[in-house]
């Protein structure tokens, strides 16, 4: 079982990854994902150029970055989530369940385009938190 950071931004992700690049010596990640190439649905032209994706891996973990879709509504700085990735379908489901106790599911578990079982949740806490099947 793996957790990682996701971060969050409003059209500046590009910056921002070459910021922490530069600050943690690090290479650009060589495939850096556009709404444009989301294979899920389509997407407004004012949103193709902005990034679905990335990682960078940062002090032995991987940090992922994304641009929100044009109109979310965005707070700086506290624009983060959690994430959980494992293998073990039924931990997923478990963990996911008892997150979503008193908190809000923004997206129910199911299959996408990256994984067989994805889905966000914000707990109680108001903390965000992404959990996928690994492959």
């Known amino acids: 079982m793996t957790l990682s950071v996701f971060l969050f931004f409003d059209g ?3 910056e ?3 910021f922490y690049a530069t600050v ?3 290479p650009m990640p060589e495939k850096i994902m556009k709404h444009a190439e989301n294979p899920g649905g389509s ?3 004012s949103d193709k150029n902005r990034i679905l994706h990335a990682e960078l891996s940062v002090l032995g973990s991987q940090l992922m970055l994304s641009d929100y879709p044009s109109g979310v509504p965005f707070v700086r700085g506290n624009s983060s989530s ?3 990735g494992s293998t073990d379908a039924d931990e997923l489901k478990r963990i996911f369940e008892m997150l979503q106790d008193g908190g809000t599911v923004i997206m129910e578990l199911g299959e996408t385009f ?3 079982l994805f889905g966000m949740v ?3 806490f108001g903390v965000m938190w992404q959990v996928f099947k690994e492959s």
Request: with cysteine; net charge negative.
């Open 12 to 14: 500046d992700c590009q």
């Open 16 to 18: 921002a990854l070459e």
């Open 24 to 26: 943690f010596k690090q």
């Open 43 to 45: 997407v407004p032209e």
């Open 82 to 84: 959690m994430v959980i």
């Open 114 to 116: 990256f994984s067989e």
């Open 122 to 124: 914000t707990d109680k």
